[in-house]
């Protein structure tokens, strides 16, 4: 019997990245020169609400789900794929400060911060919000 639960990569719902974000990740992979380098965004344990998000420039890892976007590769680990599942990337720069942000449709609840959230299967009670905001 096949389990009807497992995606396979055609059907995973593709990340998406506003074109300001595309841009400012653009000028960052230049400033690296380095081919092989793409944006790799994870899911972490921790923050005010249970999980952060976490962007950083890497290389194509084992396991990874690999998204191509506005001449951008970008890394997903098998983990943090179903947390951010359906996301948007965007980059703010407003009075509060500039950097990049993660829309995801998968959160519950969020911290102001916008980099701390908590899913429907996270469980456990909200805390407030640590994060200064």
Known sequence: MIEQNQQTATEIQVITMTPTAAVKVNELLQQENDPGLGLRIFVAGGGCSG???????????????????????????EMSISYINGSEVDYVDSLMGAGFTVNNPNAVSSCGCGHSFKTADGGGEARSCGCGH
């Open 51 to 77: 999980l952060q998000y976490g962007m950083t420039l890497d290389e194509e890892q084992e396991g990874d789900t690999v998204i191509n976007m506005s001449g951008i590769k970008v890394f997903v680990d």
